[in-house]
């Protein structure tokens, strides 16, 4: 393709980082498409790319990948072999003076890569490709690898807001439309999803997972693994899953990205562990390792958690890969003198691949010198290469390169449909005193805000190249009937920053107005990686233009676009009603309007709590009981668990959100008092609408363990149903409890449900909940 047509430019933006140059890639990706006339681009790849693609290539069942593996493993040579365990970027960047200058090509030619980061062009998928094929050694296909957080080109509410929908097929739905649209390029390789619990809104990455909860989390790796990988790798529309990062990085301290993890066994098995589990189970390709360490040891050279726990224990057989430089990060933390001990470390642990660093190139020497064993660097190719072959590209290279396929999947409408619907659902209203649903088109509103008419609402983690296409919250209200002179936007200040005369502006619009909007938030650039805050309330140039507007008296909105929960007492106290929106992806203005006009009934329920002060983070639902808890009784006497100048309380808890109508709960009815292990108990309420409109309610159920051989939660969450009632309507809601629900790692290190007393909760969040008990006998005794 001649370089005047079409110029693929890769801006990334660097910064030092312990001597190296840690590439922030994520910025920015320019494709300038064709100049002047003729083929567009896709047209010229699709013409180019056809006669590379083979026909009727047969799918090789699990036998014949096992023998074809060790045929070629018996002919590769150790630099061959270690070129497959390390993947380069797509671009041609430095990382710093000891491997300066490498060039992707020039690795790839010399079979000194077998995967490649962020080619998120399927030209450049495409050149690279075929370099491999062509020119390397033994012609291996590269796997091409990519964060496919949430959506590719279609882009999905962030992972925090879908989880807060509780609706596993639609996030499964979301993972396999992302999966379709990212595999067309050629990408087939996912660094998500991250299922990380996170406890510390502090911590950007929050946004990225599925919140506080083990149980949920559990479900949505589950969901979200199903979603990329379907039901078969071999189809070319699905994408190896990579469950990340195992284990532990959000419990950082200080919600400090990549500070120190010190947690217990037990913390790590009953709060970390359960959604990789769930991921494994549910067939996860791929594993990466988190930046921290574990009692002591990076989890990049943790023997114990890579290789007892998460091969041995959990039965993981796929590969796992480095998160970025954190082989050499060993060293750095203090646990390996150079980079060669640390790659060391790091096969030891079982790694396969190291993303981006060369420290695996130490591998040579190490085995000259019988620092570790040639098999060990076998164990990690064959990994590899079956799932090169499992995924097909080992027989048919160019199989997942289908510009036809963008063309067709990108920002398809059918996609786009999907984003709005998870986008409406994931939507929580935190408060509403009655002036939601917006009851007329006719009056005036003033939206005011730096998020009023602003695209930043995708979030972090995306390079869509739709991206102009999303649609802010003035188009959405203009589409659903408000006319454009009935919308006054008005900025009233930057993100971060004030505008001249923007307060005075955003009173006089708040004044004209029948009803404000405010529409406050964080930048995309706030939450995310690296992206760890100290003060999670509202920039204070926000708040000022809050206080400011909400003094003209008029009914007032607040419309939250965010990637954590935020400290927000002020605006409880003083607005009339709160949606929490986070970044609700491509059709966010669509899905806000819709809630705000009543034409879809919010039905989101938080994953994390809501502070009510930033100084009780880290708050969640799950805590332990301590020695001295706070109860109705001794909640003015001194020595008890407490601030002595705010409350324990979340301001809104685990399993919260509103709707336009009320439902109500029955007491609990349990079929039995006391149950063994091999037994179940069924649990029971009746929810009714009392409202008149239809809504969606989600129906918890937790469970407490009175006491046992180590202290148990206050509560956990074990079961949920979603249930769709009528004005009026009411329905039996039931739940099973059996010994999987109640058992939890122990003080004799392993699994078990302990007899004893156990509570039941059901209700419509964590904290409002009706209560019931039941005893657990051991088996051998009769109920
Ligand atoms: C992040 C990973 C990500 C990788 C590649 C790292 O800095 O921690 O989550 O997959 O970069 O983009």
């Not at 003729?38 to 790849?45: K, S």
């Not at 010399?110 to 033994?138: D, T, W």
């Not at 790659?343 to 981006?356: G, N, P, R, S």
């Amino acid at each position: 393709m001649p370089d005047e047509q079409f110029t693929f430019e890769l801006i990334f933006e660097k910064e030092e980082f312990q001597g190296k140059v840690k590439l922030a890639y994520q910025d920015v990706f320019v494709a300038k498409g064709a100049k002047g006339p003729g083929p567009t681009l896709e047209e010229m790849l699709i013409s180019e790319v056809a006669p590379y693609r083979k026909q009727d290539v047969k799918k090789r069942d699990s036998q014949e990948i096992r023998i074809a593996v060790d045929a070629l493993l018996s002919k590769m040579s150790i630099t061959d072999k270690i070129g497959q365990m390390s993947q380069c970027m797509s671009t041609n960047i430095s990382l710093g003076t000891d491997i300066e200058s490498e060039s992707p090509e020039k690795l790839i030619r010399e079979g000194r890569a077998g995967s490649v980061l962020a080619a998120v062009n399927s030209y450049r998928v495409f050149e690279l490709q075929k370099i491999a094929v062509e020119q390397s050694p033994h012609g291996i296909p590269l796997l091409f690898n990519f964060d496919v957080i949430h959506g590719f080109q279609t882009v999905f509410p962030v992972p925090l807001a879908w989880s807060c929908s509780w609706d596993l097929e639609a996030i499964q739905e979301a993972c396999s439309i992302a999966a379709r649209e990212a595999t067309a390029s050629g990408i087939t390789y996912n660094h998500g999803p991250m299922v990380d619990v996170t406890r510390d809104p502090r911590w950007g990455r929050v946004v990225e997972g599925a919140g506080e909860d083990p149980y949920l989390g559990s479900l949505i790796a589950k969901a979200q693994v199903e979603g990329y990988q379907g039901n078969n790798l071999h189809d070319p529309e699905s994408l190896i899953a990579c469950l990340k990062h195992f284990i532990a990085y959000g419990a950082a301290e200080a919600g400090r990205d990549y500070n120190t993890v010190d947690i217990s066994e037990g913390t790590l098995r009953n709060v970390y562990l359960p959604p990789f589990q769930a991921g494994i189970e549910a067939g996860a390709g791929s594993v990466m390792n988190a930046f921290n360490t574990y009692q002591g040891v990076p989890v990049a050279g943790n023997r114990y958690i890579l290789n007892d726990l998460l091969r041995d224990e959990l039965g993981f057989d796929g590969i796992l890969i480095s998160d970025y430089g954190s082989i050499d990060e060993i060293v750095a933390h203090g646990n390996a003198k150079d980079s060669k001990e640390a790659a060391k470390k790091a096969l030891d642990a079982t790694l396969d691949i190291e993303m981006v660093t060369r420290s695996y190139d130490y591998l040579h020497e190490l085995i000259e010198q019988g620092l570790v064993r040639v098999e060990q660097l076998d164990e990690a190719v064959r990994r590899i290469l079956t799932y090169k072959y499992k995924i097909g590209i080992m027989d048919d290279p160019f199989r997942y390169i289908r510009p036809e396929k963008e063309q067709e999947y990108h920002f398809n409408v059918s996609h786009l449909e999907a984003s709005r619907d998870l986008a409406r659902k994931s939507i929580v209203m935190l408060k509403n005193n009655g002036v939601l649903p917006l009851a007329s088109k006719e009056s005036k509103v003033a939206v005011i805000g730096p998020f009023g008419d602003s695209q930043d609402l995708l979030g972090p983690w995306q390079w869509s190249r739709y991206a102009n296409k999303t649609v802010t919250l003035r188009q959405g209200l203009e589409e659903q009937g408000v006319s454009a002179e009935r919308i006054i936007i008005e900025e009233g200040c930057k993100v971060e920053a004030a505008i001249q005369g923007g307060l005075e502006r955003a009173v006089a619009a708040a004044r004209e107005a029948d009803i404000v909007i405010l529409a406050l938030g964080e930048s995309s650039e706030m939450s995310g990686e690296a992206a760890s805050r100290m003060d999670i309330t509202l920039p204070k140039i926000q708040q000022e233009l809050a206080e400011a507007v909400v003094k003209a008296g008029k009914p007032t909105v607040l419309v939250l676009t965010n990637g954590r929960p935020l400290i927000l007492g002020w605006f409880e106290r003083n607005v009339d009603a709160i949606l929490e929106t986070w970044f609700l992806g491509s059709q966010a203005g669509h899905a806000i309007a819709d809630v705000l006009f009543g034409n879809y009934n919010p039905s989101g329920r938080l994953t994390m709590s809501f502070p009510a002060h930033i100084g009780q983070v880290p708050v969640y639902y799950n805590h332990f009981s301590t020695g001295r808890p706070v109860t109705e009784s001794n909640k003015h006497l001194k020595f008890f668990s407490k601030y002595i100048d705010g409350p324990n309380e979340p301001l809104y808890p685990f399993g919260y959100g509103l709707s336009y109508t009320k439902f109500e709960y029955t007491d609990i009815r349990l079929s039995h008092s006391r149950m063994n292990a091999a037994e179940t108990i069924t649990a029971s309420v009746v929810v009714s609408n009392t409202g008149t409109v239809q809504g969606e309610e989600t129906v918890q159920l937790y469970i407490q363990d009175i006491c046992g051989s180590v202290v148990r939660p206050v509560k956990e969450l074990k079961g949920f149903k979603k249930v769709t009632l009528a004005g009026g309507e009411a329905r039996k809601i039931t739940f099973n409890i059996t010994a999987a629900e109640l058992a939890f790692w122990n003080a004799d290190r392993h699994y078990e449900a302990e007899p004893g007393e156990f509570k039941v909760y059901i209700g419509p969040n964590s904290r409002d909940v009706k209560e019931a008990s039941f005893e657990l006998i051991p088996l051998e005794e009769e109920t």
